[in-house]
């Protein structure tokens, strides 16, 4: 059963289940060690205007050729500008999968779950692996199924918040009821949380704040690691019932000056 | 001649997407440029002359989540 437990995800087959991202490390050179400690093959970027007075760093290049780019369309308040952002994206290089962010909320940052469908469907059609960040809500779910998304990526948490799963009861419904694969996006901000998702069937999650912006990136991400793996095994060993009532782990029969009625 | 660069009237004297950028000081292999919304490969940009009016996107890729 556990011989080949590999993601299949727009027809690459991902062995390590962990997703991180680009954002918020203190140094770039943090990125390729970070990558090598977690074994995460999937990774986010963000396409922004050049800044003049920044220092020029490509942050392509911080990244092993093995690793699959996720780039993201934040910044886009609308799917037309989701899509043009996708576009960009594939004609500079970095492959068929997009991330599709559309926020127009900067308080919380809650993603549009209607544009994100909008962009979705166009870019679906265009042979884009779209992966959508949304709010968790089963019949948008479905709807991005139909319309050819490659997996869901509801949040637990606001971003950037670590605050973990707080919506979790309606991720459940999502695990159940999809049929591309979920990953959790956003607010995890534990090993044990991204662990919590895993052991709920959730496909794989992805982490950014978390790691990035540990005092210590490259051993945390060594830790979601090992969680994400924990929290993979257990679900698929399946695991044991919870009950309100004590229920004895050694036997209650046997015990030493028990009278034998025999 | 002035274009809109990221957002911003400039006035610059005819050239072409490669000029602009080396003038500029621009790390080419970082750079993604998109004219008038469309995409231009870096092969094509010294081939490309900018025009008065021309809206051009000088862009690169972040950290990002």
Redo the contacts between chains.
């Keep these: 059963m556990m011989t080949d437990d590999a993601l299949l995800l727009g027809g690459v087959r991902f062995t390590n289940r962990l997703f991180t991202?680009?954002?918020?490390?203190a140094a770039?050179s943090q990125?390729p060690k970070m990558l090598a400690a977690s074994g995460s093959q999937m990774i986010?970027?963000?396409?922004?205007?050049?800044d003049?007075q920044a220092k020029?760093?490509?942050?392509?290049?911080f990244i092993p050729k093995t690793v699959t780019l996720l780039?993201?369309t934040?910044g886009a308040r609308t799917a037309e500008q989701a899509v043009?952002i996708a576009?960009?994206?594939r004609?500079?290089g970095?492959g068929d999968f997009i991330k599709i962010e559309v926020i127009t909320d900067m308080k919380y940052l809650m993603p549009d779950n209607w544009e994100t469908l909008k962009a979705t469907e166009i870019l679906a059609k265009e042979g884009f692996f779209v992966l959508p960040y949304v709010l968790p809500d089963l019949p948008l779910a479905k709807r991005l199924e139909n319309a050819g998304a490659a997996a869901v990526m509801p949040l637990g948490a606001p971003?950037?918040t670590n605050r973990g799963l707080e919506t979790r009861p309606l991720l459940e419904l999502l695990i159940e009821n999809c049929t591309v694969p979920v990953v959790v996006d956003?607010g995890i901000g534990r090993p044990s949380q991204a662990a919590a998702a895993m052991e709920m069937g959730a496909d794989a999650v992805?982490v950014?704040?978390a790691i990035?912006t540990a005092a210590d990136p490259e051993a945390m991400g060594r830790a979601f690691d090992l969680a994400v793996r924990a929290g993979r095994i257990a679900y698929l060993a399946r695991l044991a019932e919870e009950s309100s009532l004590a229920r004895a782990s050694s036997p209650l029969t046997g015990f030493l000056d028990e009278e034998q009625s025999v | 001649m002035e274009i809109i660069v990221?957002?911003v009237t400039e006035t610059v004297s005819p050239c072409t997407i490669a000029e602009l950028a080396e003038g500029?000081g621009?790390?080419t292999?970082?750079?993604?440029v998109?004219l008038n919304?469309q995409?231009i490969?870096q092969e094509q940009w010294s081939q490309v002359c900018l025009k008065t009016g021309d809206r051009l996107?000088?862009?690169?890729?972040?950290?990002?989540?």
């Design positions: 991202g680009t954002g918020k490390f770039n990125i986010t970027v963000a396409l922004r205007r050049i003049a020029q760093e490509n942050i392509l290049e780039p993201n934040s043009r576009r960009i994206a004609e500079a970095c971003i950037g956003a992805l950014n704040t990035a | 990221n957002g500029r621009l790390a292999g970082a750079l993604v998109e919304q995409i490969k996107e000088l862009l690169s890729f972040v950290g990002g989540g």
